[in-house]
């Protein structure tokens, strides 16, 4: 049966891996790579009470500005940022009252809660982290368990790769 995660993991596969490498930018730069991105994100994030949506890669500005006007298109409006640590969040102006969604191409271990360090540094909260891939497997949903935040990952590394 199709369903967008899996039509994002044949996107992906067929566009964006080559050896061992996945390009996760290439997948938001592309007009059907960001439908499919915007179809399996839409729905696992329906739910949640953010105000703002951003991350620390690349990536997570093409997958921002994905969730953006995803939400916009449903009347929700929501701040997009760009993580640069250890400088400064580039973006949108943010208080403690705003709730965060972090969003990242590739999850591979622990590196999310140095993401999460920083942004409550910063005052901020983060609500939840989406990662288009996991790679972890099950370090950073135990980490994001530990800390109270909801860890929605999208695809598996073997979802994705041969």
Request: charged fraction near 20%; include cysteine.
């Amino acid at each position: 049966m199709a369903t967008p995660n899996n039509e994002l993991a044949a996107y992906i596969r067929d566009n964006a891996v080559r050896g061992s490498e996945i390009n996760i930018g290439k997948v938001t730069c592309e007009p059907v790579g960001m439908h499919w991105l915007s179809m399996a994100i839409m729905p696992r994030i329906a739910n949640l009470n953010i105000t703002a949506v951003g991350g620390a890669s690349r990536s997570a500005i093409g997958l921002s500005y994905i969730v953006h006007f995803a939400r916009k298109n449903t009347g929700r409006d929501t701040k997009v940022f760009w993580c640069r640590y250890p400088e400064a969040i580039i973006g949108a102006t943010m208080s403690g009252d705003d709730r965060l969604l972090l969003v990242e191409d590739i999850v591979l271990d622990g590196k999310i809660a140095d993401v999460l360090k920083n942004v409550a540094d910063s005052g901020l909260r983060v609500e939840a982290v989406l990662a288009v891939i996991d790679k972890s497997e099950g370090v950073a949903a135990q980490l994001l368990d530990r800390a109270g935040v909801t860890y929605i990952p999208l695809l598996r590394d073997s979802d994705v790769t041969p």
